[in-house]
């Protein structure tokens, strides 16, 4: 065999183990997938004298879960293999009708379950299961204040996600620091120019100056001035009057 060919028939026998497992250990142990013991949900059947499933329906479910997908897969292979190569063709195009066809009956059965609300899929109307639970369900005062409270802080933050980003936050910031927090800058270095950036208070990298006695980076020139066009100086209140005020600092050799 080749090897290229190995590899898909060892996946699909990883595959046929482990869904033949999952079915041993949920549908037929305890008549309800894993989901459905999550909700604590089982399957009930009609026939007999028992609520739940039958041991008939039970072997049913499995081959039309794992048998004939598995079957549907290895067609071609089986066809080959019983000498029916020569009608290959007409295999895939039956298979292909097949699958249009339970295609369009789900979706027949699907628009049913809206309308009945029984039988969800094509497996559970063949068979005559449904899901239900096990005990009869009591009745619960529901109050609906959790309801309202969490409606009220959904629309909240609705309003919040729609609004924050319409605010300018650098604009609130310099206005706070200019109009409320008032830092004046020591008389004593007026006339000296400061090695660091007036806003970062760090060694500027690619110093710029608009016309006071301090310095700036240019990231935080720019940034503060183009989110804040009313952008001063946060030591001593020099204000920008244009774009062009914002120029390179260039060293002055006497």
């Known amino acids: 065999m080749d090897k290229n ?81 020569k009608y290959q063709a007409k295999i895939r195009k039956v298979l292909r009708w097949l699958d249009i066809s339970l295609k369009l009956a789900a979706v027949w059965n699907f628009l049913v379950f809206l309308q009945r609300g029984v039988y969800q899929t094509i497996t559970e109307r063949l068979l005559g299961i449904q899901a239900m639970f096990p005990s009869r369900q009591g009745i619960r005062q529901v109050s609906f204040e959790y309801m309202t409270r969490e409606l009220l802080w959904h629309g909240f933050s609705e309003f919040l996600f729609f609004t924050l980003p319409l605010v300018n936050f650098q604009r609130v910031k310099n206005f706070v620091r200019r109009h409320i927090l008032n830092h004046h800058e ?67 050799i006497s």
């Open 186 to 252: 020591d008389p004593a270095l007026d006339g000296l120019r400061v090695m660091e950036c007036a806003v970062c208070e760090d060694v500027p990298t690619n110093p710029q100056e608009i016309g006071c006695p301090h310095l700036f980076c240019y990231y935080c020139i720019q940034s503060n001035y183009k989110a804040d066009p009313g952008f001063s100086c946060p030591r001593c209140r020099t204000s920008i009057p244009s774009v062009d005020s914002i120029r390179p600092y260039r060293t002055v």
């Open 5 to 85: 060919m190995q590899v898909p028939e060892r996946l699909r026998k990883i595959t046929l183990t482990i869904s033949s497992l999952l079915f041993q250990f949920t549908i037929y142990a305890h008549d309800s997938t894993i989901g459905q013991q999550i909700l604590n949900l089982k399957y009930s059947g009609s026939e007999g004298q028992s609520l739940w499933m039958s041991r008939r329906q039970k072997i049913l479910y499995g081959l039309i879960l794992i048998v004939c997908p598995w079957l549907r897969e290895r067609a071609e292979t089986l066809a080959s293999f019983v000498g029916l190569s």
